[in-house]
């Protein structure tokens, strides 16, 4: 089976994240090392989904490494949600409640995949199945109801970010920026991939 030039741009950014998650472990005891690292393995493995799922010739494994993505997917805007907050000097906003309900959502989603669930992605009828091809989706009610938590907590990250820049001295504003800008831009490839305006998830890409 031949690599494909969009599955090896993936697997290429897997090994990417991964060192970054590596390099960010090492400096573990500085502010928001874990938080990062858990945030770029988790981008590894949306990543590594894409490809996989890129990669396989049968509708079955396309759809497991479909769940792998959402199961990647819904932690990475409670670790953007963290990592704002620690950023920003906001941590006892991080309270246990919003702890309590950051894990829910990620382990609801987990038991909606393990059962195979239609309520998140299920095919469309007659959806070509093929390596190198990506598999056409129909998106349930639960995996819109992620996405707007998803939302939520990117607009709120992004409020925090931009009054934290507001008040900040210089030095702070520019680090700060780029926070904001590596935030918003995967979400916009983001919305360009649910409402079909690409036809590959190009949100890894932005990230």
């Known amino acids: 089976m031949s690599l494909t030039y969009e599955s090896g741009l993936f697997f290429t950014l897997t090994l990417t994240a991964v060192s970054l998650g590596i390099f960010a472990w090492s400096r573990r ?40 993505q959402i199961l990647a997917q819904v932690n990475i805007p409670a670790l953007v949600f963290i990592l704002t907050l620690t950023h920003t000097e906001q941590k006892t906003r991080l309270t246990t409640l919003s702890h309590v309900g950051l894990a829910l959502m990620s382990v609801l989603t987990l038991s909606v995949a393990i059962f195979k669930l239609p309520w998140i992605i299920y095919p469309k009828p007659g959806s070509v199945v093929a390596t190198g091809a990506p598999l056409d ?40 920026t780029s926070l904001l800008f590596a935030l918003l831009i995967p979400a916009s490839g983001n919305l360009l991939n649910i409402f079909n305006l690409v036809s590959i998830d190009i949100t890894p890409f932005a990230t």
């Open 29 to 68: 005891h500085t502010t928001n090392a874990l938080n990062t690292t858990w945030f770029m393995l988790n981008i590894a493995l949306w990543m590594l989904a894409l490809g996989m799922g890129l990669q396989s010739p049968t509708l079955s494994t396309k759809l497991l490494w479909a769940r792998v």
């Open 137 to 176: 989706l129909e998106y349930g009610g639960w995996f819109w109801m992620l996405q707007l938590y998803a939302y939520l907590l990117f607009i709120y990250s992004a409020f925090v970010l931009f009054m934290y820049i507001w008040r900040s001295p210089r030095p702070y504003r520019e680090q700060t």
